[in-house]
């Protein structure tokens, strides 16, 4: 047996962690990207509070980052020059400061290396994450995903100085999200988890990560569906994406998330929704083609069926739920197999059903 793990992050977890931003800044200038929402307000007055005042502050993210919106973001910050970036909020803030990292505030070289792989002189800005959901994965990965509708599709910036410099995991963070963004970040968690298992990539220490997160997650969002005021359910679904940001990023997604991006831009399924509606599926392809991936899956879901999960959860079992058509739906799986996270998956096209 051979194989390597590697993740850089600093990584704090627990109620209260929050309180060591201003640590982590140490007296650098900084720029605060994040949400405008009034449940964020606090937060962020407590990160100013101890941080001190930002150089500038980005509140204009809108879910799924477009390289429209983050090209009106750069040319808002025209002469912004700040020595860290802290990111406070979900996988759409994260991503779109790790966009500003890259280029150093400026979007023409973060835009030519995403699109046409330009050299960028400098290495990219520090940045320190604080995810107020639980599911991105983004706190503790070197990549962001950056939409682009005009061209209708998803593209993966991808650098090794892209890992936060450190991550402030504080489930009280996640204590107010509403249900519908509890399932979709949590949902995205659980993909997460089980699409590092069916993966080429997978290995021993990723795999220990995974199957405990599918537990954590699939015993936490019970919980919260009936109880949103449960913190001891926040706490363990903040566990669990943690250890599914520490599996995956490692491993990057497989064939569920393929499937998603067309489902997002074409159809508008929120994220989280669209690549875990189909995991049964993509789990009953993957099943019987690697003994170690079928102990994992197994030791993740621990008896419980997937698909009866997901539907007391309220995820639709068909893409027909979703408008897609029989043939359309068709193009999207045979394209997600030829993906290069379809590439990422251990079974083939003709294990996936209604495929073979």
Not at 206 to 219: C, E, G, K, N, P
Request: glycine fraction near 8%; hydrophobic fraction near 45%.
């Amino acid at each position: 047996m051979s194989f390597a793990y590697h993740n850089p992050v600093r990584l704090r977890f627990g109620e209260g962690v929050l309180d060591e931003i201003g640590a982590l800044v140490a007296g650098r200038s900084y720029l605060l990207v994040t949400h405008p929402d009034a449940p964020m307000r606090p937060w962020r007055d407590r990160v100013t509070s101890l941080a001190g005042e930002p150089l500038a502050v980005v509140d204009t993210i809108e879910p799924n980052p477009s390289l429209a919106l983050l090209r009106r973001v750069c040319d808002g910050l025209d002469g912004v020059d700040p020595e860290v970036i802290v990111a406070l909020g979900g996988g759409s803030v994260i991503d779109s400061a790790k966009f500003l990292a890259a280029g150093h505030c400026r979007f023409a070289p973060a835009h030519d290396h995403l699109l046409h792989g330009a050299p960028i002189a400098a290495p990219a800005l520090p940045l320190i994450a604080i995810p107020t959901t639980a599911g991105t994965g983004s706190d503790l990965t070197k990549w962001a995903t950056i939409w682009d509708p005009e061209g209708n599709r998803k593209l993966s910036l991808n650098r090794d100085d892209l890992y936060p410099e450190a991550v402030l995991v504080d489930p009280l963070l996640a204590a107010t999200l509403p249900w519908a963004m509890t399932l979709a970040s949590g949902l995205d968690a659980l993909s997460h988890a089980l699409e590092s298992l069916w993966n080429v990539n997978a290995n021993p220490v990723s795999r220990t990560h995974a199957v405990q997160a599918a537990h954590d997650i699939l015993a936490a969002l019970p919980r919260l569906q009936r109880d949103l005021s449960d913190r001891e359910a926040r706490s363990l679904m903040s566990l669990g994406a943690t250890r599914a940001g520490l599996a995956f990023s490692n491993t990057q997604t497989a064939l569920a998330h393929n499937i998603s991006y067309p489902l997002t831009l074409e159809y508008g399924v929120t994220h989280g929704i669209a690549c875990s509606f189909c995991l049964p599926q993509v789990m009953q392809a993957a099943l019987g083609v690697d003994a170690d991936c079928d102990a994992a899956l197994a030791a993740s879901l621990g008896g419980t069926n997937l698909r009866d999960a997901l539907s007391r959860l309220g995820v639709p079992a068909d893409a027909a739920a979703f408008g897609v058509g029989p043939d359309d739906w068709r193009r999207i799986v045979t394209d997600a197999f030829a993906g290069q996270r379809g590439r990422n998956f251990i079974g083939s096209i003709g294990r996936f059903p209604g495929m073979g």
